[in-house]
């Protein structure tokens, strides 16, 4: 069974720009949620989606978005890029949180903003 | 707030070892998970806890949850090189309509297991 996969796994923008980053989840799995890790911050919590809709968002922004397709697919989109939202982007995906929360990350994708 | 305390935050052990983190949670939760990551890599999942007194192990590692006392601890045994890596526990609160919040990590645990 083919895990979490995340494109691109490798990004450079600069300040001001924007940039969408996608994750399919594992096959049969309808929950994505998105997490920013940073070395100063650690691990946060972004937004999780089920069945296309946004159940739960974190403490960040509305420069940070995503939405979730039909099928599960998801992407998420940053606005007007800053210095400090370089971190790596992981996607996990999990059956259904209501059960029990186990969550499958994926490489993550790497933001440098300069 | 949904808080989430590892400690120690860096270990540096010998091999052949015994040692313990600790992971303290501030709000009553029942679903408690173990990551590891190595550097450059993603997570990966280690185990599950869902109930108080919850105990798996899998090889060198053994994770058990106290819920009352809001505390997990993941103990490693007769520790090996392989181990190393930075260890994450994380909380989750169920909502009672279902589905439940993102995950709240700890700052981790970096463990280095010298020969």
């Known amino acids: 069974k083919a895990g979490v996969t995340q494109t691109p796994r490798y990004l450079i923008k600069t300040r001001g720009q924007q940039v969408t980053l996608s994750c399919s989840p594992i096959?049969?799995?309808?929950?994505v949620s998105w997490y920013q890790q940073t070395p100063g911050q650690g691990l946060q919590f972004l937004f999780e989606?089920?069945?296309?809709?946004?159940?739960n968002k974190g403490n960040f922004p509305g420069r940070f978005s995503g939405r979730q397709f039909s099928n599960s697919r998801s992407e998420m989109n940053v606005s007007t890029l800053e210095l400090g939202d370089s971190a790596l982007y992981l996607c996990?995906?999990?059956?259904?949180?209501?059960?029990?929360?186990?969550?499958?990350f994926g490489p993550g994708t790497r933001l440098t903003v300069l | 707030e949904l808080k989430v305390e590892q400690n120690p935050l860096f270990l540096s052990m010998q091999e052949g070892k015994n040692y313990t983190i600790y992971c303290n949670y501030s709000?009553?939760?029942?679903?408690l998970y173990w990551y590891r990551q190595d550097p450059g890599k993603s997570l990966e999942s280690l185990f599950v806890?869902?109930?108080?007194?919850a105990v798996k192990q899998e090889g060198r590692l053994m994770a058990s949850l106290d819920t009352k006392a809001r505390l997990s601890t993941l103990h490693i045994t007769a520790a090996v090189h392989d181990l190393s890596a930075t260890y994450f526990c994380?909380?989750?609160?169920?909502?009672?309509?279902?589905?439940?919040?993102?995950?709240?990590f700890g700052k981790g645990t970096h463990l280095i297991i010298q020969p």
């Open positions: 996990a995906s999990s059956l259904d949180p209501g059960d029990y929360n186990e969550q499958f």
């Open positions: 096959s049969g799995h309808r929950s």
């Open positions: 989606y089920f069945s296309e809709t946004q159940r």
């Open positions: 709000t009553t939760s029942d679903r």
């Open positions: 806890l869902l109930s108080n007194g």
């Open positions: 994380a909380v989750d609160i169920e909502y009672s309509g279902g589905g439940a919040d993102g995950l709240t």
